[in-house]
């Protein structure tokens, strides 16, 4: 055994085979001895080699479906003797109403918002077990809750943190909520109040709580399809003492907004691109903040265009289409954190149209100040143009008829 590398014995009389190979292959018997001798040898044992499961089909690193739909995500493995192939879905018991078909490929029909997040294929056999993972992003839902939520404790304030949940595929705001602990409170029910967050951030200062009380907070994420759950309540007591979380407690819903879609969105195809145009929400109880415009092409996915579009305007250019396409347009509005449902859709077909000049930016119409410039300074220099060209037409004849004088003066010099 000493001679073939990377073999050895153990003190109990183990053999250690560092590297199955075919060398290894083959039956072994163990005979113990001491100084008086030997009860003989044990019952041959075979040493048989296998494969461990190799991955022969992986699934690809993400994956975006809308919800409803079906999604099949591939799976397949080989392996001596063969494997057995298992989905699980990552942090959740079970495979969450997902089904596994014959070829070991995982099967969403429809996929759900709770079908969101990482899976795992598993192929197992005697000899080991390997898996590969997948992220599965279903669009078309409202957000998923925050995570990571913490609170910074400071003298009168606190400010607040968290790691935003993952969408839905639409625009997401974020809202802040917080309500004292009181011992003795004068209703069952507390109030909460809550507070806009501005676009993109992912923190916010609450200020002007009361010293040496303890608050409740909560983060509330939401796009135009609705509100998603609240993320888990962070108990803080302001100057500096220890942050515990406790068991999710969904606070009570005091703030009441209504803001209608806008209205009567059409598309007129003008030289320089698509001019839409729109009349804001009839019905509101906060005045709107802004609009974000929203197109999908060819009967696609829906994306954000313009989410900064001023709520002042009534109108956009959309250039830059793509020649023999079909496009839809619609647009939202929202006040704060809340986001109304989308307006009326319209069709626009670039079939035979010529392509539009791509913009970086969209746009605005030219203002008629400055357009009434542009078209005066026009006039100006075709009138400058005509008046230089018929002076130098003038110089000319006068030129002409003075050289024309000078040569009769001569011929009637040089006469009889």
Known sequence: ????????????????IATGNDDALGAYTCTPYNSYGTAGESQPTRVLLKDPPAFTVRPKEEYFQEVGRELVIPC???????????????????QSGAQVDGNSSLVFRPLSKEQHGVWECMATNQVASVSTATSV??????????????????????????????????????SVWYTPLVKHPPRAHRDWVSLSVPVGAQHLLVENLQPDMSYQFSVLAQ??????????????????????????????????????????????????GVLLRWEPPAQFSVAPSGYALELRQDRGGWEVLDRSIP???????????????????RLVAFAGSY??????????????????????QLPELLPQPVLAGVIGGICFLSVAVIFSTMAACIMNRRRAARIQKRRQGRSWLAGP
């Open 76 to 94: 397949a493995a080989q392996g001596d003797p063969p494997p057995t192939v298992t989905w699980l879905k990552v942090g959740s018991a079970g």
């Open 1 to 16: 055994l000493f001679q073939l590398p990377g073999w050895s014995v153990r003190p109990d009389g183990s053999i250690v």
């Open 339 to 360: 986001i109304s449902d989308p307006s009326n859709t319209v069709n626009v077909s670039t079939a035979g149209m010529e392509v539009y000049p791509s913009r970086t």
């Open 137 to 174: 992003h279903v669009l078309g839902t409202s957000p998923h809750a925050v995570t990571n939520v913490s609170v910074l404790p400071l003298p009168l304030a606190a400010n607040i943190s968290w790691e935003p949940g993952f969408d839905g595929g639409y625009f997401q705001r974020f």
């Open 223 to 272: 796009n135009k399809l609705g509100s998603g759950p609240f993320s888990q309540i962070v108990t803080s007591v302001p100057r500096g003492f220890p942050v515990t979380t406790v068991p999710p407690e969904p606070p009570a819903m005091t703030v009441r907004i209504f803001l209608s879609p806008p209205q009567a969105l059409t598309a007129n195809e003008t030289a320089r």
């Open 311 to 329: 709520s002042t305007k009534t109108q956009i250019l959309v250039p830059g289409l793509i020649k023999d396409a079909f496009y839809e347009f």
